[in-house]
């Protein structure tokens, strides 16, 4: 990542903390009074890739996104009645069968 790209998401990071709108023209006012050497279209890209996103969100849910996965598949069960019973039954067969796997006679010590 190059010092503009790098300069460009602390620029979008502090808009963000601040409650004000990613834009390009915000994003390279920081730039410059920075005093930071950057390419004209870095500034753009940014705004153009972040104007849909919300950074605060994307920052506090930093790391969660293997927590997610089984929030979203326990909300789907619940509206299928029978399949979640037997989602649940494949659950933990799969789960058995990697435990199998892991013990293979033999310690990481021995």
Request: a negative charge; charged letters at 30%; proline letters at 3%.
């Amino acid at each position: 990542m190059s010092n503009s790209e790098l300069a460009c998401s602390y620029a979008a990071l502090i808009l963000a903390d601040d409650d004000i709108a990613v834009t390009a023209e915000k994003i390279t006012t920081i730039l410059k009074a920075a005093g930071v050497d950057f390419e004209s279209y870095w500034p753009g890209l940014f705004a153009k890739a972040l104007e849909a996103a919300d950074l605060k969100a994307l920052i506090t849910n930093v790391g969660s996104g293997v927590g997610a996965a089984p929030a979203a598949g326990g909300a789907a069960p619940a509206a299928g009645g029978a399949d979640a019973g037997e989602a649940k039954e494949e659950a933990k067969k799969e789960e058995e069968e990697e435990e199998e796997d892991d013990d293979m006679g033999f310690g990481l010590f021995d």
